[in-house]
Structure formats: C-alpha cells, structure tokens
C-alpha cells in the first residue's frame, strides 16, 4: 500500500498531476478540493494517497489532508460507488458539505452531482449517516463559498483556460451539453482555469 509521497510536483492538468519522487514519476489523480490547493509545478509537496489494483490498471487517488482520503475510503464502501464516483463526489463539494448533504438528508443537492441518481443518494445518505456522525462538521451549509487556496487570487488568464475546465469537467463525469452550458454561465475574461472550474462546479450544486 502506497499512503503517502513526498516530492516535486512536475504537472498537473486537472484532475491529473506527476509527482517526482526520488527519480520515480508517479501518476495521480485528485479531487478538485485537493487539486486546487497544490503549488505551483516545480514545488515540493506532500500528498496523502489511496491506492487501487485492478486487473487492468494501479491506480493512485491523491489528497491534501488524510480527512478527505479518510471520506474517499468510507464512500467506496458503500454500495455501487467506485473511486471514479467518489473522486467526483468530492471534486463537486468539500468533505464538510458532503458530511452536511447526508446527515441532514439534502438529496436534492447529491443528484447534481454526476454519476449520482436518485437511488445512489438515497443509499449513500442511508449507508453513510451512521459512518459520519461523529465527524463533527456536520452544519456546514453546502451552500457555503469553498474555501480553497488561490481561489480569490488574480490570475492572468491563460489562453486555454475554457478548454482546460471543459476537460477537467468531462473527466469528472459531466456531459459534454452540461460542462459547457456550466463554464459559459459563469465565464469571466479575468478567470484561470482554476477558478472557471470551480465556478462551473458550484453553479451546478
């Protein structure tokens, strides 16, 4: 089990980034929430990882903090949520609003989410009620501004930065028709990618 690296983040394109440790390039992939909290490429960084073997594919999912892996692991338990599912629960809200959507029932605010159906946000309310408790973050309103690093930060806006959130919201899940009606909503000529991704996912919740 791999659980944690430590090293240069050389690139990142979200929800991707490759991270050098000691000569070695490891892939991974994070939640938004996660994603957007990394420096700059070039940076040292350390990343809390979970890892999955399949027949066909190692797969390594990387966050911040062991909070978020910590929910990642609770949401593959529960019954039809996959880790692409669960990275893109987490990629649409923080841990804290997640908490909150289940113990107060907001079904209404799951189903945004892709890949989420009615039945699926039923059962992760059911299942996951119990597990989460006693996270104590429970009152955080979903409706509340993510408060992820750089976000009210100017940046200069780069070139591709539309077709970068159009990419990064296809990853996730989301229909071609829905990431792009998403990202020309909430569109901004000063925006990064960064920061339209973003956007485009909160105009959604």
């Not at 999955?52 to 593959?76: C, K, M, P």
């Not at 028709?177 to 960064?194: C, G, I, N, P, Y």
Request: hydrophobic letters at 45%; a neutral charge.
């Amino acid at each position: 089990m791999i659980g944690r690296l430590q090293g240069v983040l050389l690139e990142k394109q979200a929800p991707d980034i490759l991270l050098d440790v000691a000569g070695v390039g490891y892939e991974v992939q994070l939640p938004l929430t996660s994603f957007y909290q990394l420096p700059e490429p070039g940076s040292q960084t350390t990343i809390y990882t979970h890892f999955v073997v399949r027949e066909d594919a190692q797969l390594l999912y990387g966050f911040i903090t062991q909070t978020e892996r910590s929910l990642f692991r609770q949401l593959i338990k529960a019954n039809g949520v996959g880790p692409k599912l669960a990275l893109t629960i987490l990629s649409g809200m923080t841990a804290q609003q997640f908490v909150h959507c289940v113990l107060h029932d907001e079904i209404t605010t799951l189903v945004k989410l892709p890949g989420v159906g009615k039945k699926t946000a039923e059962r992760l309310v059911i299942e996951m009620r119990d597990r989460l408790k006693d996270w104590g973050v429970g009152n955080t309103p979903v409706t509340d501004k993510l408060t992820l690093a750089g976000e009210d930060a100017i940046f200069a806006p780069p070139a591709s930065a539309e077709q970068d959130a159009l990419g990064a919201l296809l990853a996730l899940g989301y229909s071609q028709a829905q990431a792009s009606k998403a990202v020309k909503l909430v569109k901004r000529a000063d925006m990064s990618s960064e920061q339209l991704i973003m956007a485009a996912l909160k105009s959604m919740i």
